[in-house]
């Protein structure tokens, strides 16, 4: 298909190719890993190493990759028809009929699909929306926004600063700080100060009361949303308390504020639902954001899912010549959503979510096998979204210093060994495609424990742990 060598691409990447999140400290030396072919649970790189995938791409290859069935439909619809624009009242055929089929998954009367281009894109869109809403309502002071420490919402300037993972705005300018807050991440294994001994319910009201606080201590006739992903992913997997989006949810109704739920990752089979707010967490969000496993990652797409309540106030004719004025040129893109209603049908007719709702158990019990290794920290998550963080010690869970490089040298250990995992700081996440075998998480476990295995080792030797 090119005519190209392995070599010549590796280096117009190096050259040319500005990656997200680049640590330009190893890739001026090292440049990419350039992956050339995917199937199924697997991905081989152009000198043709074999890996299995245990990250999905990035979180978003739910069906597995190099599907036929969603080349088919992909290159159908391309032939039928492949871009007309989206704008006023054009629209196209697929892009309504999953319109649809979303508010049919969604949970409860959010009915109402505004497309973009991705996540980011969905958050950012989701937040102009809301500001609208206010204003159209008379609510014009009503627009801060309550986000957490840890999250991650994206990369537009909005969703790079809603995000909490606070390193990732270094050297980078800030915007909205004037109506964007944090409050603490939900995380059962790092605790903010003040609730490191308290007992599962008193750590969920703890958090439930400080968000209750800040709501206050920013009057209730200012705030206009809380954004919460169900279960924190980029940020390190982090597992809210039991009841605590519930609670959350709870305060959002006592004061008008609007509960958004960025479902970026969770949705679309990762946590055994379509959704998780409604079915694993017991909320009705007024707002869900999805991309990702939408579409599996064979085109981009993303989705802000508004609830009844909100169309209502924004679908209001403004006034003569008014428009509801935001929007992409590829909102609604007719090949993504045809791409979508496939992937959404394979969803459905393989029974994705009941073999997630069966493997993702096993695959939480199997990690925690590995605890009795002297730097397993934690193992947490819930289905096929799980996080291993790593320490010095098992047993005082001293954590390790940021020279070890610890979820790197896991990275590199089992990249050798043929899986691929994420590293984070001091953690790896794994979210494999949702089509995983028992007998692949067999091999990811084994990989993972044999890499640990081996740093242990070399990490005696630079005395890093004793
Ligand atoms: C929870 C969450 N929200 C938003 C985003 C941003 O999505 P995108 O990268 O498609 O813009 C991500 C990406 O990882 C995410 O994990």
Redesign the pocket.
Request: charge should be negative; aromatic fraction near 6%; glycine fraction near 16%.
């Given at each position: 298909m090119n005519q190209y060598s392995a070599k010549e691409i590796w280096e117009m990447d190096k050259k040319h190719f500005i990656h997200?999140y680049t640590d330009f400290s190893s890739f001026s030396d090292e440049g990419s890993q350039v992956v050339s072919e995917a199937n199924g649970m697997y991905i081989i790189d152009s000198d043709d190493n074999k890996y299995l995938d245990g990250i999905a791409g990035?979180?978003c290859v739910n069906i597995g990759h190099g599907r036929k069935e969603m080349a088919e439909v992909i290159a159908e619809q391309v032939l039928k028809m492949q871009y007309y624009n989206p704008f006023g009242h054009s629209s196209n055929e697929p892009g309504s009929i999953l319109a649809a089929k979303l508010a049919e998954l969604a949970p409860g009367d959010l009915n109402h699909v505004f497309y973009t281009?991705?996540?980011?894109?969905?958050?950012d869109s989701a937040i102009r929306l809301v500001h609208f809403y206010n204003n159209v309502r008379g609510k014009n002071n009503k627009k801060q926004i309550i986000s957490r420490n840890n999250?991650?919402?994206?990369?537009?300037y909005v969703?790079a600063n809603l995000t909490g993972i606070h390193a990732t705005k270094n050297s980078f300018d800030r915007v909205a700080d004037n109506w964007i807050n944090h409050i603490s991440a939900a995380d059962m294994f790092h605790r903010p100060s003040g609730a490191e001994n308290l007992n599962e319910t008193e750590y969920c009201n703890f958090l439930v009361n400080e968000f209750e606080n800040r709501i206050i201590q920013l009057g209730e006739e200012n705030v206009a949303a809380f954004i919460a992903?169900p279960l924190?992913?980029?940020g390190g997997v982090l597992v809210a308390p039991t009841g605590y989006h519930k609670a959350m949810y709870d305060i959002c109704k006592k004061y008008d504020v609007l509960y958004i739920a960025?479902?970026?990752?969770?949705s679309f089979g990762r946590l055994g639902h379509f959704f998780a707010s409604e079915t694993v967490y017991d909320m009705q969000p007024d707002i869900i954001?999805t991309?990702?496993g939408i579409s599996s990652g064979y085109i981009?797409l993303?989705a802000a899912i508004i609830s009844d309540r909100i169309y209502e106030v924004i679908s209001k004719p403004q006034c003569e010549g008014g428009l509801l004025s935001i929007g992409y040129t590829y909102s609604g893109h007719p090949v993504a959503c045809a791409a979508a209603l496939k992937n959404i049908e394979i969803i459905e007719s393989e029974n994705l979510c009941e073999h997630v709702q069966e493997v993702g158990p096993y695959f939480q019990d199997k990690m925690k096998t590995l605890s009795n290794l002297k730097i397993f920290g934690d193992s947490r998550g819930s289905h096929l979204m799980l996080g291993l963080e790593f320490v010095a010690d098992n047993e005082t869970l001293e954590p390790l210093p940021i020279e070890a490089d610890i979820g790197n040298r896991i990275f590199e250990s089992c990249r050798k060994l043929g899986l691929i995992v994420r590293p984070l700081g001091n953690i790896i996440v794994l979210s494999p495609p949702l089509i995983i075998s028992k007998e692949q998480i067999d091999s990811m476990v084994e990989i993972i424990r044999k890499s640990m295995e081996q740093t242990i080792e070399d990490l005696k030797f630079e005395e890093f742990c004793s």
């Open positions: 997200p990035l979180w281009t991705g996540g980011s894109t969905a958050v999250a991650y919402h994206g990369s537009t969703a992903e924190m992913g980029a960025d479902e970026v990752v969770t954001i991309a990702k981009p993303g």
